[in-house]
C-alpha cells in the first residue's frame, strides 16, 4: 500500500509533541524520543517522514543491471567497476545472481563502520568471485549531515574522471569524516582530488558548481520511494536488510538469497504488544460530559480536543488553526468537533474559572464566541488571580453583549465549575497530561498541529486508511528498536573524546574531564542543570578537580528549537557569555521550550545580559554554528550516544540525569584511579 506523505503526518498521532502544554512521564533518566520519533541507531539522529510505498517485493532473482557504455574498468584488486545506466557507480560482476543495493550518507558513523569493518571482505569474497554485484545509492540525512551532499557531489565529480577514481574518493570521504564534516568540506575534497592524481581543474570546478546536486537528491528521492528511512539501509535482491549489520548477517543474506531463499520478513511476525496499534479511547460523549460540539454528528470523523484556557499552545491552535478547522471541516459537515475542558491548574491556576466562564457564556448560546475572546485575550486574565480573572472575564462577555451579572452569577452558582473538574478527572483518567490533545476517531494527537495535520488524518479516516498506515507506524517503530538492539552498545571502556575548541569551565589540568553532550530543550538536562551542575561547579569545578566541556546533541524531531538554543549559546559565547547564556536558557527552558519565535526570547536575554545586541541577533539569524551543533551531534553518536544528557568522565561514558552522588562516586573513583 502506498501512504505517500501521509505517515509523516501520522508519525505525530502516537507521540508527545513538544508543542504541548504538560509533560509525559519518562522512559528512562536519559531523554529516549518514543518509538516512532526513535534517533535511529544506524545514523544516530533520524528517521525520515515516511514518503515511500511500504509494500516490498522479495525477490529471489537479481533484478537486471544495464551497464553504460565504455564505463567499466578494472581496480587495484582486479574487480570491474563502473556506472549504470542510470548513472550509480557499481562494483563486480554485472551479471552476478545477487545484486546489493546500498543506500548511504557519507557522514553517517553507522556507514562508516560498514565500510570500515564489513565491507572489505564482502568484496574480497563475494564481490571478487563474481557472486554478488554492489550498487551504491546516495542517501544523506541532510537534516543532520550538513555536508553529506556536498560529499556525494564531490565522489561523483571524482568519477568524471572514471570508476576507479569514484571508489578511491568513496573511501578516502569514509576514511576521514572527521575531518571533512564539521566545515569547509570542499576544501578538503580539493585535497583529496590532488592526493589521487585527479585533473584539479575539472575537479575543482566541478565542486563550486555542486554539478551532481540534482542527482543526488534524485537518488535520495528514489530511496525514500522505496521505504528508506536511515542509513546504511540495503536490498538484497531486492529484499530488505536494515543497518551496519555484523559481516555474518550479510554472509548468511547472500548464501541464503543466492541458493533461491527469502529472508524473513518483519511484516511476517506479530508486533509485540508494546508496539500493537492501540485499541481507539472510548470518550463520553453525552451533552453534560461536552462542554461545546458542532458540525454533523453522523460525520464520518470525530474530533474530541481537550484543552485548556490558559495554556499558551492551546492559544496558538485557537487562534492559528481552530478557525480553518471550524471553516473547512466542522461547517462543511466534514467533522463532529467536541471540546473538552482539561485544565493543568497546578501549571495555570486560573485555567479552570476560565474554562467555568465559558461554559457560563453558553447557557447564553455563546459559547465559541466567549471560546475565542478568552483565548485571544489570555494576557489580559491569566496570571491576575482567581478574583481578577473573573472579574475580566465578565467583562469581557460585556463586550461579546452578554450578560455580565448572569455569568457572575453563574460562576458562583459552581455547577459548570463542576462540569469542568468532571471533564478534567475523566481526561486524567484516560491518561492526557497536556494540552492541547485531540482524539481523532479515538486516536490521539497531541500538540498545537497545523491545519495541514488534521486534513490528512481526516482524509485517512475517510479512505479508511487511518488503521493500516498506524500499523505500519508501529512497525516501523518495531523494527527501528529491534536494528538498535542489534548495535553495538555504548562503550564500556574509556575512549578519547576530542574537547579542542570546545566551550570548557575550569582548569584544563584538572585530573577529571567531565564531557557533556546536552540539548537544551531536553527535560532532562535541564534537571541536570538544575539539580546537580551547580553543585558540581561548586564543588569540583570551581576548586581545580573537574574541567568540564559542552558539547551539543540537539534531538532534532522531539525538540524543533534545540538546534537555535544551542547557536543561541555559541552566539553569546562570541562575547565571552557562553556559561551565562547556557545557564539562562536552561533556566526559562519553559519560557521558550516550543515556541515557534524562540529566537525573539534569545534575543531578549542577550539584551538582558547587556551583550552587544546587533552582533548577537544577526548570529542568531545566520545560524552560524549549525554546522559545529551538527558535528557535535555526529561525534557523541559516533561515540554510541543516542539520549540525553550523556557524559563522558575520563572517557568513561555515563548516561541520563544523574543524581550529584553518582558523580560523587564516579569522581573519587577516577581520582583513586590516579592515585590521587
Not at 582486479?78 to 554485472?94: A, L, M
Not at 553518536?637 to 561514558?653: D, E
Request: proline residues 6%.
Amino acid at each position: 500500500m502506498v501512504f505517500s506523505k501521509k505517515l509523516w503526518w501520522l508519525a505525530t498521532i502516537l507521540i508527545l509533541l513538544s508543542a504541548a502544554c504538560g509533560a509525559a512521564t519518562p522512559r528512562t533518566d536519559a531523554e529516549q524520543p518514543e518509538t516512532s520519533q526513535l534517533l535511529s541507531p544506524r545514523d544516530g539522529a533520524n528517521l525520515l517522514p515516511g514518503e515511500a510505498d511500504t509494500a516490498v517485493s522479495n525477490s529471489v532473482t537479481a533484478p537486471e543491471v544495464t551497464v553504460a557504455a565504455d564505463s567499466a574498468e578494472v581496480d587495484a584488486d582486479g574487480i570491474e567497476v563502473g556506472f549504470t545506466e542510470e548513472g550509480r557507480p557499481y562494483r563486480g560482476n554485472p551479471d552476478a545472481p545477487v545484486l546489493i543495493e546500498e543506500f548511504s550518507d557519507y557522514q553517517c558513523p553507522y556507514c562508516s563502520r560498514f565500510v570500515a569493518q564489513t565491507f572489505p571482505s564482502i568484496n574480497d569474497n563475494q564481490i571478487a568471485n563474481g557472486e554478488v554485484l554492489l550498487i551504491f545509492y546516495d542517501f544523506p540525512l541532510t537534516n543532520i549531515h550538513p555536508q553529506a551532499p556536498l560529499a556525494a557531489n564531490a565522489a561523483r565529480c571524482a568519477g568524471e574522471q572514471g570508476a576507479v577514481a569514484y571508489w578511491e574518493m568513496h573511501d578516502l570521504l569514509f576514511a576521514h569524516m572527521s575531518e571533512w564534516g564539521n566545515n569547509q568540506a570542499n576544501t578538503f575534497f580539493a585535497g583529496y582530488g590532488e592526493e589521487l592524481g585527479l585533473e584539479l581543474e575539472a575537479f575543482t570546478s566541478c565542486l563550486e558548481q555542486n554539478k551532481y546536486a540534482d542527482a543526488v537528491q534524485a537518488d535520495y528521492q528514489h530511496g525514500l520511494s522505496r521505504g528508506i528511512s536511515s542509513t546504511p539501509s540495503f536490498f538484497i535482491n531486492e529484499q530488505p536488510l536494515i543497518g551496519a549489520q555484523p559481516l555474518a548477517t550479510f554472509n548468511e543474506a547472500i548464501a541464503l538469497i543466492g541458493g533461491g531463499g527469502s529472508l524473513a520478513s518483519a511484516e511476517d511476525e506479530p508486533l509485540p504488544s508494546e508496539f500493537a496499534v492501540p485499541t481507539p479511547a472510548a470518550i463520553e460523549m453525552e451533552p453534560e460530559n461536552v462542554a461545546w460540539s458542532a458540525g454533523d454528528p453522523a460525520a464520518p470523523v470525530q474530533i474530541v480536543e481537550f484543552t485548556d484556557y490558559q495554556c499558551p499552545f492551546c492559544q496558538e491552535y485557537a487562534v492559528d488553526t481552530f478557525p480553518t478547522v471550524f471553516a473547512e471541516m466542522i461547517e462543511t459537515g466534514r467533522v463532529f468537533y467536541a471540546i473538552k475542558d482539561l485544565p493543568l491548574d497546578s501549571l495555570h491556576p486560573e485555567a479552570i474559572v476560565a474554562a467555568t466562564a465559558v461554559r457560563c457564556a453558553g447557557e447564553q448560546e455563546a459559547y465559541k464566541e466567549m471560546h475565542d475572546a478568552v483565548f485571544a485575550n489570555q494576557a489580559v486574565w491569566g496570571g491576575s488571580g482567581e478574583s481578577a480573572a473573573i472579574d475580566a472575564l465578565v467583562e469581557l462577555a460585556e463586550e461579546l453583549s452578554l450578560d455580565g451579572a448572569a455569568l457572575r452569577s453563574c460562576i458562583d452558582l459552581g455547577e459548570q465549575r463542576d462540569k469542568v473538574l468532571a471533564n478534567q478527572q475523566e481526561s486524567l483518567n484516560m491518561g492526557v497530561s497536556s494540552t492541547p490533545t485531540f482524539y481523532i476517531n479515538g486516536y490521539p494527537l497531541r500538540g498545537a498541529q497545523p491545519y495541514d495535520v488534521f486534513d490528512a488524518v481526516a482524509e485517512l479516516v475517510e479512505n479508511g486508511e487511518l488503521e493500516a498506515v498506524l500499523e505500519a507506524q508501529m512497525r516501523q517503530a518495531y523494527e527501528q528498536a529491534q536494528a538498535q538492539a542489534a548495535q553495538p552498545q555504548p562503550p564500556s571502556g574509556p575512549v578519547d573524546i576530542p574537547i579542542e575548541n570546545a566551550y570548557a569551565i575550569g582548569n584544563p589540568n584538572a585530573p577529571v574531564t567531565i564531557v557533556e553532550y546536552t540539548d537544551f530543550q531536553c527535560p532532562f538536562c535541564s534537571r541536570h542543570f538544575e539539580q546537580t551542575f551547580s553543585q558540581l561547579k561548586e564543588d569540583y569545578i570551581d576548586a581545580g578537580v573537574v574541567y568540564y566541556v559542552f558539547k551539543d546533541f540537539p534531538l532534532t524531531q522531539i525538540h524543533p528549537q534545540a538546534v537555535a538554543a544551542a547557536n543561541a549559546a555559541r552566539c553569546a559565547g562570541e562575547q565571552d557569555a557562553y556559561l551565562a547564556m547556557h545557564d539562562v536558557l536552561f533556566a526559562n527552558q519553559s519560557e521558550w521550550s516550543g515556541r515557534s519565535d524562540a529566537d525573539t526570547l534569545f534575543n531578549q536575554y542577550a539584551a538582558e545580559m547587556a551583550l552587544d545586541e546587533t552582533a548577537f541577533a544577526t548570529c542568531l539569524t545566520e545560524g552560524r554554528y549549525e554546522e559545529q551543533i551538527y558535528a557535535d551531534l555526529n561525534e557523541g553518536s559516533s561515540f554510541g550516544v543516542s539520549g540525553t544528557p550523556a557524559f563522558f568522565l575520563n572517557g568513561y561514558f555515563l548516561s541520563g540525569a544523574q543524581p550529584y552522588n553518582t558523580f560523587v562516586d564516579a569522581v573519587a573513583f577516577l581520582l583513586e584511579e590516579q592515585g590521587e
